[in-house]
């Protein structure tokens, strides 16, 4: 069975530039969800999406961050324009179900910001 | 809102001697709680969750035991190898979502 899919690995990219990363979930799984992840600390959640609808956005800085799940599968997080803090690894994961908390997660995107 | 903290940022283990990871929560209200392996450069991995009906409860090589009334869980790893060796993060939510994870604990296996 397929992993979750991320791209790109890696992007260097400088302050007020944007960015977008994309994610391809475990086939089958409605439940997606992005976090972000700081050097040194656990992932915190930014939006999960059930199919194509969105179940929280409650930590997603709405200002300068985007996510979509146009067809229930595949899904883009976007950052315009970035800044020095936004640098951290965006992991993507999928879940088969809302009522669950065993997460497949995929090899994240690591995002510098210069 | 919820904090989770782990007790020990670094754990150091001789190999096939027992592990034992810490963390603590502060919501009483939180009532799953599950336990996830960071190996460098990859994505969290599911180790093994529990409900707040249970106090404990095992699976292949790893024991969660959790205190309601102290607001504490922790990961007990038997006989630990090399391939133990990771970030272990504990994360605690009310249902399954909006998951808090704590700040994990970096776990090394001495040969």
């Known amino acids: 069975e397929a992993g979750v899919a991320q791209s790109p690995r890696y992007k260097i990219i400088e302050k007020r530039q944007s960015v977008a990363f994309w994610c391809n979930p475990i086939?089958?799984?409605?439940?997606l969800y992005w976090y972000q992840q700081i050097l040194g600390q656990g992932p915190k959640l930014l939006i999960q999406?059930?199919?194509?609808?969105?179940?929280?956005d409650s930590q997603l800085p709405k200002d300068r961050f985007s996510a979509e799940r146009l067809k229930g599968v595949d899904s883009t997080l976007k950052i315009q324009p970035a800044k020095l803090e936004d640098s951290a690894v965006y992991l993507c994961?999928?879940?088969?179900?809302?009522?669950?908390?065993?997460?497949?997660f995929g090899e994240g995107s690591r995002l510098t910001v210069l | 809102g919820e904090s989770v903290g782990l007790h020990l940022p670094t754990l150091s283990v001789q190999e096939g001697d027992n592990s034992i990871i810490n963390c603590a929560y502060s919501?009483?209200?939180?009532?799953?709680f599950i336990w996830y392996k960071q190996e460098s450069g990859k994505g969290p991995q599911f180790i093994i969750d529990?409900?707040?009906?249970?106090d404990k409860r095992q699976g292949q090589r790893v024991t969660v035991l959790l205190n309601k009334t102290v607001k504490h869980l922790s990961l007990q790893i038997a006989a630990t190898q090399p391939g133990d060796s990771a970030v272990y993060f504990c994360?605690?939510?009310?249902?399954?979502?909006?998951?808090?994870f704590g700040t994990g604990t970096r776990l090394t296996v001495i040969p």
């Open positions: 994961a999928s879940s088969s179900t809302v009522n669950t908390g065993e997460l497949f």
């Open positions: 086939s089958g799984h409605a439940t």
């Open positions: 999406f059930q199919n194509n609808g969105v179940v929280d």
């Open positions: 919501n009483s209200a939180s009532d799953y």
């Open positions: 529990i409900r707040s009906n249970m």
């Open positions: 994360a605690v939510g009310t249902g399954a979502n909006n998951l808090f």
